[in-house]
Every structure is written in structure tokens, then in C-alpha cells.
T-cell receptor
């Protein structure tokens, strides 16, 4: 079945450092790819998405490019802030897995990011 | 507006209590979901409603009973829970798939503690 693998955390960086969180996926169809962020005590927020190969999703200074040849969707940010401290989930939705107008998300295990001032 | 609301934010209940979690969205989405999330884990899918009909039940124990009264509301009725059911319960909704819209939007969750 479909799966998502993320780099294991936790990841600790200093403010203004560069960030990369690796994400690779396995899917037999044509998945859409997502990064979700979960701040402490909150639900998941959609951070960015990409729906086809070579698409680049971006939001709040974060970027990720859908790389079909390497089955990857790495999350990057050039200069992190303390407020970026959160858990980040990579996820996919395979459009073949549509059930009467709904679809399943497959999540990675999550990467906890801590940014120190 | 991409808001999903959930009430209550926190809930403490005994093993013999009956309680309900509520979820609401006004984005016109016709698919709604319940997830359970334990600490340091990704969300686990419990139920999926599509066009107000239950389309997926991921083998969830019968002490969890979902209900979809209309296209904007989703409830989760709880009865005779166990301490291991303590978790963050997340509701989500999604637009009609197609045209690049395969994402889900999550609410803030209900933190449930079973004593």
C-alpha cells in the first residue's frame, strides 16, 4: 500500500538557520502531496501542497517540490524562527483512493522541530 | 474561509459516562472525517462520511458512534470508554475531489481524558 517516510526527529536548530525535513513516499498511483503543521495543543494546519510532478508548494517561507523521479517532497525554509517550532507531517492522498467523494490521507510519522533563540 | 470548529476543547469523562463531540464546517464540503491522535503519533482515521452517509469505518469499537445530522455537522457519541481511549480527537473536512483538490482541513481537536 501507499506509505510516507519522514526523517526522524526531533530536530533542533537555532533561529535563522536553514531547514530541510526529508520526506519520501511510495504510491502506485498519482498522489497529491501535502505538508501539515501541528503547533502545541492545536489541530493540523495545511501548510502547503503539490498535486503533480515538478509542482512547488509554498507558504509562510516554506517550500517543497514534488519530485517524481526521486519520490520525494522535502520541506525547506531558508531562515527559521522560534514560532516555527511545531510538529510537521508529510502526507499523501492518492486520487485512486477516492470513496464516493472522500479520500484517505496517508501520513508520515511526523518530525518535531524546535527552534532556539 | 477554511475553518472547522470543534466543541468542547477539553473533555474529562468517567468510564460509565455518555458524552458527545461536535464538529462543524461551513465550507460546503460533503466529506467529513473523525481521527484519533495519540501523543507523538500521526492521526489515525476512524470514520469517513460522504454526502451524510458513513462510507468508511476503520474497525472502530462500538463504544464510538458517529452521526452526521446534516452536511455541516458531524458528531461522535462516546459511551463506556476505556482509559486507553484518552487522546486528541480531530475532525476534518474535504472538498469534492478533482481539479487538484485532495486536501483535508482539520479542526483544533477535542482533548479527551477518560478516568
Amino acid at each position: 500500500g501507499d506509505s510516507v517516510t519522514q526523517m526522524e526527529g526531533p530536530v533542533t536548530l537555532s533561529e535563522e538557520a536553514c531547514l530541510t525535513i526529508n520526506c519520501t513516499y511510495t504510491a502506485t498511483g498519482y498522489p497529491s502531496l501535502f505538508w501539515y503543521v501541528q503547533y502545541p495543543g492545536e489541530g493540523l494546519q495545511l501548510l502547503l501542497k503539490a498535486t503533480k510532478a515538478d509542482d512547488k508548494g509554498s507558504n509562510k517561507g516554506f517550500e517543497a517540490t514534488y519530485r517524481k523521479e526521486t519520490t520525494s517532497f522535502h520541506l525547506e525554509k531558508g531562515s527559521v524562527q522560534v514560532s516555527d517550532s511545531a510538529v510537521y507531517f508529510c502526507a499523501l492522498s492518492d486520487r485512486r483512493g477516492v470513496y464516493q467523494g472522500a479520500q484517505k490521507l496517508v501520513f508520515g510519522q511526523g518530525t518535531r522541530l524546535t527552534i532556539n533563540p | 474561509d477554511t475553518e472547522v470548529t470543534q466543541t468542547p476543547k477539553h473533555l474529562v469523562m468517567g468510564m460509565t459516562n455518555k458524552k458527545s463531540l461536535k464538529c462543524e464546517q461551513h465550507m460546503g464540503h460533503r466529506a467529513m472525517y473523525w481521527y484519533k491522535q495519540k501523543a507523538k503519533k500521526p492521526p489515525e482515521l476512524m470514520f469517513v462520511y460522504s454526502y451524510e452517509k458513513l462510507s468508511i469505518n476503520e474497525s472502530v469499537p462500538s463504544r464510538f458512534s458517529p452521526e452526521c445530522p446534516n452536511s455541516s455537522l458531524l458528531n461522535l457519541h462516546l459511551h463506556a470508554l476505556q482509559p486507553e481511549d484518552s487522546a486528541l480527537y480531530l475532525c476534518a473536512s474535504s472538498p469534492k475531489p478533482g481539479q487538484g483538490r485532495y486536501e483535508q482541513y482539520f479542526g483544533p481537536g477535542t482533548r479527551l481524558t477518560v478516568t
